[in-house]
């Protein structure tokens, strides 16, 4: 019998939850930290990005065989396996996160209007939400294929603001290759690396991606097709993630370079004119062109993680311009009072990282588990890869925490 098209997919149109998911790992937060990071430190940090991009591509594999393998979402197996006051618990913590995603997407989004346009950030932070609200009725009007293209575009848009300024400065690679030995200095770079990880190893997309493999490929049974789906899953996540990670890392070089010593540059304003003075106005205006994508295309992506958590915990399904109003009231609030919208930005970095053993513990757990995922289980080395990820993510927790309280240097 011949062979479908639906059965023997090419691997190209396999491919996109992974470029969709890689769009939190370039947000607005990402910006702060890493332009903060580079500009006050040089290139001192570089290895934070480079080791936690290595973590981000371990952990979205996970997420997204764990949607292929199973046809259901992290949160679907956490709300069928939690007893009531523990799954509450566990969403009540995922909504924290949410808020805190939404906090740096919308003041991101925010800042770049005010950077392009002049427009209060209070009004800024309006419009990216609702615009936001426009890109989230593309999926429920248009289907998740049509919302891939869509983030994927805006990613495009993404990569070229904020790498083009690195045609225009030099890097010094003597000095990079020193920033991928492992170090802080004080307590401030503890909390930066903490932001920075917080903002490269998202748990909303560890929560979400699962769901997008689910939503493009169903449960998929044993089989070629399987076979098939899992191997463009690898060139999906290596793809997706190594976009992601160049950007993270191009950013921090940027700012290493061109930005060090620079009076105002920890500060995303402050690097913007830094920008526009050191390498000209047209790669300043390019560079918030990027920021503004990101900020919308992040908070979309964000906001429908969240509407997969709330399913998935509590059963319930909120219309997501509502939760889209709800969850950005936070931002809007800071913004309105005048709270520093860089550290703002940093911060909500922070709370994120604290937040990502919730999701990477019980997908390690989940995928490691023959009764959940059969012969697909995750092989010894990656389990302990994993587990040693998550430790790692925990112990840089801990330290930021033990330092901060007790003031040491």
């Not at 575009?153 to 603001?161: F, K, P, R, Y």
């Not at 936070?330 to 309105?336: H, M, N, Q, T, V």
Request: proline share 5%.
């Amino acid at each position: 019998m011949p062979r479908t098209a639906a059965a023997t997919p090419r691997l190209a149109t396999l491919l996109g939850p992974a470029f969709v998911a890689a769009v939190a790992y370039v947000d607005p937060g990402n910006v702060a930290a890493n332009l903060t990071a580079g500009a006050r430190y040089g290139y001192l940090l570089l290895w934070v990005l480079v080791a936690a991009n290595a973590m981000a591509i371990l952990v979205q594999y996970l997420s997204a065989k764990l949607g292929v393998v199973t046809g259901r979402s992290l949160p679907e197996l956490l709300g069928e396996r939690l007893r009531t006051p523990s799954r509450r618990a566990f969403w009540m913590q995922a909504e924290v996160m949410a808020v805190a995603t939404d906090v740096a997407e919308v003041i991101g989004g925010a800042i770049a209007l005010h950077l392009l346009f002049g427009l209060p950030l209070f009004v800024g932070g309006l419009i990216t939400g609702v615009v936001s609200m426009v890109i989230l009725s593309v999926h429920s009007r248009r289907g998740q294929r049509t919302f891939e293209f869509v983030v994927v575009s805006l990613l495009a848009i993404i990569t070229v603001g904020f790498l083009c300024g690195l045609l225009f400065t030099d890097i010094s690679p003597g000095d990079a290759a020193a920033g991928l030995v492992p170090r802080f200095q004080g307590t401030d770079t503890v909390l930066l690396a903490a932001s920075m990880l917080g903002a490269t190893v998202m748990p909303h997309a560890i929560y979400l991606h699962s769901a997008l493999s689910r939503g493009r490929h169903g449960k998929v049974d044993p089989g070629p097709r399987l076979d098939r789906v899992m191997r463009a899953t690898r060139w999906d996540v290596a793809g997706g993630l190594f976009v992601a990670g160049s950007v993270n890392i191009g950013m921090l070089l940027l700012a290493a370079s061109a930005l060090r010593d620079t009076p105002g540059t920890d500060t995303i304003e402050g690097a913007h004119a830094a920008i526009s003075d050191a390498l000209g106005p047209a790669v300043a205006m390019v560079f918030a062109i990027g920021l503004l994508a990101s900020g919308l295309a992040s908070t979309a992506v964000g906001s429908a993680a969240g509407a997969e958590i709330m399913a998935g915990l509590l059963h319930i399904r909120v219309r997501p311009f509502i939760r889209r109003v709800v969850v950005m009231i936070p931002a809007l609030i800071l913004l309105a009072v005048g709270v520093d919208p860089t550290f703002a930005l940093v911060l909500s970095q922070v709370v994120l990282s604290m937040c990502i053993p919730f999701a990477v513990i019980p997908l390690v757990r989940m995928t490691a588990d023959a009764r959940v995922m059969g012969d697909r289980r995750n092989a010894p080395i990656v389990t302990a890869a994993a587990w040693l990820t998550a430790g790692l993510i925990i112990a840089l927790n801990v330290a930021l925490v033990w330092l901060t309280i007790t003031g040491a240097a």
